[in-house]
């Protein structure tokens, strides 16, 4: 199935739909979130989260993912070792020995 010019105009009617409700909707956010809520959608803003009004599940689960967040960033800035040279001084490691099966009698 090719691509029509049908499809090309409701993808471009989409995208500029979806630019005009996002730009309404941060135009209007407090009014919208303010409607979520009444209707029972709560949309809690992250500038506006006050850390003593959280309950205890709320404040270990925001120190969780900041938690998170931070061994992420340590990780990124952490250098990487670099590789050991090989040495003529290191033993191979030893070859694993085989166990003996003991010898089973079959009786017919």
Known sequence: MAIKQEHAVGFAVGIGAAAAGYYFYRKNQAKVDQFLKEHG????????I???SLSLEQL????ER???????REMAEAPTPAPEPESESKKPAPKRKRRKRKKTTRSS
Do not use: F, N, R
Request: hydrophobic fraction near 45%; aromatic fraction near 0%.
């Open 41 to 48: 959608i709560d949309m809690p803003s992250p500038a506006t």
């Open 60 to 63: 270990v689960a925001e120190k």
């Open 66 to 72: 900041l938690e998170d967040l931070i061994a992420e």
């Open 50 to 52: 006050d850390a003593e």
